[in-house]
Nanobody, 122 residues
Framework: VQLQASGGGLVETGGSLGLSCALS????????VGWFRRPPGKEREYVAV????????KYADSVTGRFTISRDVTKSTVYLQMNDLNPEDTADYYC????????????????WGQGTQVTVSS
């Protein structure tokens, strides 16, 4: 399974960005997909997840109400729409997939894409 993340960039505080994560090499509907991020100098942290069977979504408290995770099954792609960005959202963003969702702990996710950098200027 391969994941290709894209869409990062530089944005001002209060602005918006959309990230995409394309999954290949596996059956898209078999995987829950999550977004994680690694702020500068910090550990990787959970951002959002969309569950494989139900499409249910959950978010970290820090992004609830500002970020939206969604998917297009026909394109095998998961999106992360990020609104009202602030400098604390600056990080490398990663998408990950797992066939057996157990936890938001990034150590329990099986497949990872490369990071895409998001920088929010103050």
């Amino acid at each position: 399974v391969q994941l290709q993340a894209s869409g990062g960039g530089l944005v001002e505080t209060g602005g918006s960005l959309g990230l995409s994560c394309a999954l290949s090499g596996g059956t898209f509907s078999n995987f829950s997909v999550g977004w994680f991020r690694r702020p500068p100098g910090k550990e990787r942290e959970y951002v959002a997840v969309i569950r494989r069977r139900t499409g249910n979504t959950k978010y970290a408290d820090s992004v609830t109400g500002r970020f939206t995770i969604s998917r297009d099954v026909t394109k095998s792609t998961v999106y992360l729409q990020m609104n009202d960005l602030n400098p604390e959202d600056t990080a490398d963003y990663y998408c990950a997939a797992t066939a057996f969702f157990r936890s938001n702990d990034p150590r329990l996710w099986d497949f990872w894409g490369q990071g895409t950098q998001v920088t929010v200027s103050s």
